[in-house]
């Protein structure tokens, strides 16, 4: 019974909003609301006041609609002129701050209850009229029920807002206010302030978990994306990628660790997984700019942009030096790296995967000369056969002879 009362509380003092996801949805949903409200009232307002501007031709329309409240029907028709042009005006700040939600929060609520009360003064200046020539209250009734249960407003606010409205309709129609009115819109009250908290909670309820679920689908996909041995990023994150390297300078580079399945029977497989996660540091160290990423094994790609070939040198040495430096004070065993690469423009996915492939094919080379621990380079040649088989074959550009790159 506790939790109950006290759930049933927190309806009606406690904020719900507590993230930009929340306040930004509540903000785009309200304004929606307040634009539909706005369109509705500029509408009948505009048909109103077409029907007053005829009242030269039926001057019985003034004393249909004013009765003997002692309205001049001068002050009806300016009534309606102000309100479609106020619906005018809040249809376009709407309109605006929906493209921009990323506004103080409070500049929004701001707004709404700015609208809540000009459409309060609205609808209890016409009710009250129509009150006192004897019909029922049903503009005042309408916007009550669209601002403060469609629209999503704090439900304090809500209730303050919707109980001064009320005491202000009480206030203009006088002797018209009966007590079965009085209990009629009392209830109404109860009602609206009720469902509005309601439908408040449970929206902000249902935002915020969307938003959770929103978060874990997130990190999810940036989980796949990463190996979760090493850290860095994986094949799947390669293909996501593709798009990113298309129209620039790249170098790919496939690098494998020279006899590492020797290593891994030698020390276990618990070493062989710490040298792994140490050499992928080194390596994400080593090429800070680029796209460090885990091949298969104990491969590694990386692909850099915006580098020169003697940069890129230089961060292999620095690779190097570290790889044995590190291993060596571990295991007393020097860890050597093979490598190969080929540099040229990416000009689609399809250049990237054969750079890839053709950087494997330097890979090969390097590691089929006795003593590895080299590099082997070329430039990427579109269309190039690369074959797994025999020393990769590379065009030169300038006199369009066959070499080889070997350190």
Not at 299 to 308: H, M, Q, W
Not at 337 to 347: A, M, R
Not at 348 to 369: C, P
Request: hydrophobic fraction near 45%.
């Amino acid at each position: 019974m506790g939790d109950h009362l006290r759930w049933l509380l927190n309806l009606f003092i406690k904020p719900h909003v507590n993230s930009r996801y929340v306040s930004d949805h509540l903000d785009r949903s309200n304004l929606n609301m307040m634009i539909v409200l706005c369109a509705i009232t500029g509408l009948a307002n505009t048909v109103l006041l077409l029907v007053y501007l005829l009242g030269g031709i039926r001057p019985q329309l003034d004393t249909q609609f004013i009765g003997n409240s002692g309205v001049p029907g001068v002050w009806y028709r300016v009534i309606c002129l102000l309100m479609i042009v106020w619906c005018a005006v809040l249809v376009y700040i709407g309109m605006e701050r929906r493209q921009n939600l990323h506004q103080n929060h409070l500049e929004i609520q701001e707004l709404m209850i700015a609208n809540a009360m000009i459409f309060t003064i609205y609808s209890v200046f016409i009710s009250a009229i129509d009150m006192i020539n004897g019909n029922d209250a049903l503009v005042f009734v309408f916007v009550e029920f669209w601002l403060y249960a469609i629209i999503s407003m704090h439900p304090l606010t809500a209730e303050i807002c919707s109980g001064i409205s009320f005491i202000a309709l009480r206030m203009f129609a006088g002797s018209a206010y009966s007590f079965r009115d009085f209990a009629e819109l009392l209830i109404l009250w109860i009602a609206i302030v009720v469902s509005g908290a309601i439908s408040y909670a449970l929206r902000s309820d249902q935002l915020a978990m969307r938003e959770q679920y929103r978060t874990m689908n997130r990190q999810l996909k940036k989980d796949s994306l990463i190996d979760a041995l090493t850290g860095l990023r994986n094949r799947r994150a390669l293909r996501s990628d593709y798009e990113a390297y298309n129209g620039k300078e790249l170098i790919v580079m496939m690098a494998d660790i020279d006899n590492f399945k020797s290593y891994n029977d030698k020390f276990g497989h618990q070493a062989g997984d710490s040298a792994l996660k140490m050499i992928s540091e080194i390596m994400d160290q080593s090429f800070a700019k680029a796209g460090c990423y885990r091949y298969g094994g104990d491969e590694f790609l990386i692909v850099a942009d915006g580098v020169t070939q003697d940069q890129f040198e230089t961060a292999m040495a620095s690779m190097r030096t570290k790889l044995a430096d590190s291993l060596n004070v571990q295991h007393r065993e020097p860890f050597t790296c093979s490598t190969g690469y080929v540099y040229g423009v990416c000009k689609s996915n399809e250049d990237l995967r054969e750079m890839i492939h053709q950087a494997d094919g330097q890979l090969y080379e390097s590691k089929s000369v006795p003593g590895k621990n080299r590099s082997s380079c070329s430039p990427y040649v579109r269309g190039l056969d690369v074959s797994m088989t025999s020393a990769v074959p590379v065009i030169d550009d300038d006199d369009n002879t066959m070499e080889h790159h070997l350190w």
